[in-house]
Antibody, heavy 118, light 110 residues
Framework: QVQLVESGGGVVQPGGSLRLSCVTSGFSLAKFNMHWVRQAPGKGLEWVAMIEDDGRALWYADSVKGRFTISKDRSRNTLFLQISSLRSEDTAVYYC???????????WGQGALVTVSS | QSALTQPASVSGSPGQSITISCTGTSSDVGNYNLVSWYQQHPGKAPKLMIYEGNKRPSGVSNRFSGSKSANTASVTISGLQAEDEAHYYCCSYVNGGTWVFGGGTKLTVL
């Protein structure tokens, strides 16, 4: 069965960096687009980034463009999100999500909390 | 890209039907039949309930149905049950390889 497990969250100072990981199983990263979606405390969902199945095309929300980088390692079945130049408004639970080929997010991880605080 | 517009809250009694609306623009909801809906219980990850406007993933109750008219998508939950109490989010693909979510609607089962 499909499973997504995030890790790498934590407390980081403003301006700092962090790398989130999402270990996947039950499907091939080479065959599906993958996404990161975040949720600030008590707030709604915000789409953050997508990497296409072949890894060639990367897409970002305007709010993170130039600061976040999505990537994947197919040999390790792992999706990554490198987040840098962190701001307080980046504090959120970050979810990795599998694309269901119909432009929807059909499987989600449990989330990784990133707290930006001095 | 502005968030899609959803009512902050809706409520209904067990057995009743409710509808949650999701209003976008001709660049997102109105331009594609690619709206999806997610249910989120407190402290849990979102769960896909509806995709491509009106399709249900395997395992999702047929009490959930989706529709769209112009720039507004909707999800209807019939035969409300206590377990349906949660937050619901709509989401639409947007031209240019990006997605936008609605602000979320809290459903209370009275």
């Amino acid at each position: 069965q499909v499973q997504l497990v995030e890790s790498g969250g934590g407390v980081v100072q403003p301006g700092g960096s962090l790398r989130l990981s999402c270990v996947t199983s039950g499907f091939s990263l080479a065959k599906f687009n993958m996404h990161w979606v975040r949720q600030a405390p008590g707030k709604g969902l915000e789409w953050v980034a997508m990497i296409e199945d072949d890894g060639r095309a990367l897409w970002y929300a305007d709010s993170v463009k130039g600061r976040f980088t999505i990537s994947k390692d197919r040999s390790r079945n792992t999706l990554f999100l490198q987040i840098s130049s962190l701001r307080s408004e980046d504090t959120a639970v970050y979810y990795c999500a599998k694309d269901g080929r119909g432009y929807q997010f059909d499987y989600w991880g449990q989330g990784a909390l990133v707290t930006v605080s001095s | 890209q502005s968030a899609l517009t959803q009512p902050a809250s809706v409520s209904g009694s067990p057995g009743q039907s409710i509808t949650i609306s999701c209003t976008g623009t001709s660049s997102d909801v109105g331009n594609y039949n690619l709206v999806s809906w997610y249910q989120q219980h407190p402290g849990k990850a979102p769960k896909l309930m509806i995709y491509e406007g009106n399709k249900r993933p395997s395992g999702v109750s047929n009490r959930f149905s989706g529709s769209k008219s112009a720039n507004t998508a909707s999800v209807t939950i019939s035969g409300l049950q206590a377990e349906d109490e949660a937050h619901y989010y709509c989401c639409s693909y947007v031209n240019g390889g990006t997605w936008v979510f609605g602000g979320g609607t809290k459903l209370t089962v009275l």
